[in-house]
T-cell receptor, first 115, second 116 residues
Framework: AQKVTQAQTEISVVEKEDVTLDCVYE???????LFWYKQPPSGELVFLIR??????QNEISGRYSWNFQKSTSSFNFTITASQVVDSAVYFC????????????FGKGTKLTVNP | EAGVTQFPSHSVIEKGQTVTLRCDPI?????LYWYRRVMGKEIKFLLH????????ESGMPNNRFLAERTGGTYSTLKVQPAELEDSGVYFC??????????????FGPGTRLTVT
């Protein structure tokens, strides 16, 4: 069965601090895909990244970076030098190969960046 | 390019009434998904259309929920009769034809349904 766990329910930091959002997943498939989405106060989910199970390279996009480790079934997300605009709920999700490619989501982590 | 749109943004109905939610996907996206987030819980998959066909409806909670996608364009999700536990935020998402590889899903802002 697929499962995504985001143990951190809420995180509060001060602007310019670095913050890491944890994501641990469970799947029996050898081929799968991991995603991060951001949900700002406006409500829509904004796609941030997709990573497939064969690519364990870490990725950096501006202040965002992702650390994918199959050995620990984790796909953590780090925001460097956080800004107030980063305040949002962040969701980690998993999709397995084949079938409908439905996303299985974690419960989300609410990040508040204070000025 | 217009994003995924959903209507209404918020609906308040009484138990036993009927509500219809609408989703307009991004133009050209064959895949359309419905998800739901009940208060305090995960966002959960409801069903997936490929064009007008239901690819996977394993997440539909019961037969009070009916989804349609006539002509492979917009989709509607009808709840009849609504129960208290149906309250939550209903998200629609769309993606390109994946051919076995899952493209990212683009989500709408959601419809907040409150059943009283």
């Amino acid at each position: 069965a697929q499962k995504v766990t985001q143990a951190q329910t809420e995180i509060s930091v001060v602007e310019k601090e670095d913050v890491t959002l944890d994501c641990v997943y469970e799947t029996r498939d050898t081929t799968y895909y991991l995603f991060w989405y951001k949900q700002p106060p406006s409500g829509e989910l904004v796609f941030l990244i997709r990573r497939n199970s064969f690519d364990e390279q870490n990725e950096i996009s501006g202040r965002y970076s992702w650390n994918f480790q199959k050995s620990t079934s984790s796909f953590n997300f780090t925001i460097t030098a956080s800004q107030v605009v980063d305040s949002a709920v962040y969701f980690c999700a998993l999709s397995e190969e084949g079938g409908s490619e439905k996303l299985v989501f974690g419960k989300g982590t609410k990040l508040t960046v204070n000025p | 390019e217009a994003g995924v749109t959903q209507f209404p943004s918020h609906s308040v109905i009484e138990k036993g009434q009927t509500v219809t939610l609408r989703c307009d996907p991004i133009s050209g996206h064959d895949n359309l998904y419905w998800y739901r987030r009940v208060m305090g819980k995960e966002i959960k998959f409801l069903l997936h259309f490929v064009k007008e066909s239901k690819q996977d409806e394993s997440g539909m909670p019961n037969n009070r929920f009916l989804a349609e996608r006539t002509g492979g364009t917009y989709s509607t999700l009808k709840v009849q009769p609504a129960e208290l536990e149906d309250s939550g935020v209903y998200f629609c998402a769309s993606s390109q034809d994946f051919g076995g590889y899952p493209y990212e899903q683009y989500f709408g802002p959601g419809t907040r349904l409150t059943v009283t």
